[in-house]
């Protein structure tokens, strides 16, 4: 079973930036992809950004150019530098790992962008 905690939300003016930490642990050795998703108030759940195992990424188009997504293994974690942040970042971000048989999501952290 593998747990998921994401954190580093928070309130945040446009333009400036926040990094997202998700942290795994139990059975890490078998994660492979790690990806960050996105729920505004009263829309799906979307994909912002995913990293493989050996540090493969895929973005969004809609954050090409502002967010990096980025991996420590040893650390069994995966980070969300996010830049120039506009208001329609605002949502809460989630972190899901994903191993051969299932995937895990965290809890979420609340992201906040104010213009």
């Known amino acids: 079973q593998v747990l998921v905690v994401e954190s580093g939300g928070g309130l945040v003016q446009a333009g400036g930036s926040l990094r997202l930490s998700c942290v795994a642990s139990g059975g890490t050795s078998s994660i492979n992809d790690i990806g960050w998703y996105r729920q505004a108030a009263g829309k799906e759940r979307e994909l912002v950004a995913t990293i493989s195992r050996g540090g493969y990424t895929v973005y969004a188009d809609f954050v090409k150019g502002r967010f990096t997504v980025s991996r420590d293994n040893a650390k069994n974690s995966v980070y969300l530098q996010m830049d120039s942040l506009k208001p329609e970042d605002t949502a809460a971000y989630y972190c899901?790992?994903?191993?051969?048989?299932?995937?895990?999501w965290g809890q979420g952290t609340q992201v906040t962008v104010s213009s």
């Open positions: 899901n790992a994903v191993t051969k048989w299932s995937s895990y």
